[in-house]
C-alpha cells in the first residue's frame, strides 16, 4: 500500500468559515490524522495576504494568497492548487468539479485523483447560459478524468450511472452534528423565544425560493416572526425584492457565520424552511436536521430524500401558504417532526457513518 498522503483541494480552507465543503473538509481532515493519514488542506487567502505554512489539528495548511477577487480569483486558485498538488506523490481529493478542466493535469503525472462530484450547478438558475455550459462540461470532464468519483445524493449517484460511470461512483453523503441542547442567549439579539420563530438559512438566491417563502410568511398575521439568515445587498434586484415583499413578521439578521449561534437558532427553531430547489444533499439542510429542526421544505427529489417522510413540502407560494397553515399551529405536529428530523440525521447523516466511508474509497483509490 503507498503511504497514507491526502492533499485535499476544492474547498476555501479550513477552519471552516464558508459553506458545506469546508464543513467535511474540517471533520475529514483531523479524523484522517488520527487515524495516521498525513493530510495537506489547501486554504485561499484574500488578495495582499502573506502565503504561510501552519497546521491545525494535525492537519498541514497551506495558505495561498490569490491576486484577485471574486470569481477569477477562485479560478486562479484552482488552477495553483492543482499544479502545486500534482507535484507531490500524495493521493488528491478534490471536493467539487468547477474547474475539471485542470483534471488532466493530475492523469499526465500519474496522480490519483478522486473527486466529490457535489451537485448539479449546470442547472442552477443563477448562472448563465455559458457559465451554465462551462459547469455541464467541467462535470463531464471530471467523470473521465478522475479514478474515483463520490455522489453525495442517490440522484446524483443515479446521473453518473446514467453516464456510465456506476462501477467508479460511490454514494457518500454530508455529516452533521447532533444538537440536543443549545443556549438559548443567542436567541436576545433578535428578540426571540425557543419555539417562537421560523428560521430561513439561505443564499438570497431565486433558486432557493426565498421570495416565496417570504411572501407565503407574509400572507396572513402571524403570531411568530420568520427570521432570515443572509446577506441582502440594497443594490441587488432580487434582494431588494425579497425585502420589499417581507411583511411586519419578518426579520432579517443578516450573514450569521457562528456556529455556536447558528446551531443555537436551528435548535431553538418553531419551523425550518429550506427552500432549496437544485442541488444534492445540502450540508444546511442536514445540519437542520442534527439540530431537531422541524422541517418544510421544497419538494423536489433531492430534499424528499433528505429531510425523510415526515417532513412536510411545498412546491410554490401557494403550497407553502397551505403548509404553514396547517402546520405552524399544530405543536403535536411539530413535536413528531422534530422526532423525525432527528431520527433522520441518525440513520444517514452522523460523522461516525460519514467520514469511515470517505476512508473506504481513499483506500481503495490507493491500492487502486
Known sequence: MRARRLRILGSRGIPNRHG????CAQQLAPWLVARGWEVTVYCQEPPHAVASR????????EHVPTPYAGSLGSL??????TRHAARHDDLIL????????LFPWYALHR???VVNMDGVEWRRGKWSRAVRGWFWINSWVAGYAADHLIADHPAIASLLADRGWQSRTTMVPYGADRVIDAATAPLDAWHLAPRGYGLVIARPEPENSVLEIVRAWSAVPRPWPLVVLGAYEPSHPYHVAVRAAAGPDVRFAG?????????????HARLYIHGHTVGGTNPSLVEALGAGSPVLAHDNVFNRWVAGPEARFFADEA???RALA??????AALDRMRTASYARQADAFTWETVLPAYEAVLLAALDA
Do not use: I
Not at 20 to 23: I, L, M, T
Not at 94 to 101: D, R
Open 54 to 61: 501552519d497546521t491545525w489539528r494535525g492537519v498541514a495548511l
Open 326 to 331: 396547517d402546520v405552524l399551529g399544530d405543536d
Open 76 to 81: 486562479w486558485f484552482d488552477a495553483w492548487t
Open 255 to 267: 450573514a450569521v457565520y457562528d456556529p455556536a449561534v447558528v446551531q443555537a437558532l436551528r435548535h
Open 319 to 321: 403550497t407553502c401558504v
Open 94 to 101: 478534490t471536493l467539487g468539479f468547477n474547474t475539471a478542466v
Open 20 to 23: 458545506g465543503f469546508e464543513a
Open 111 to 113: 496522480r490519483r485523483h
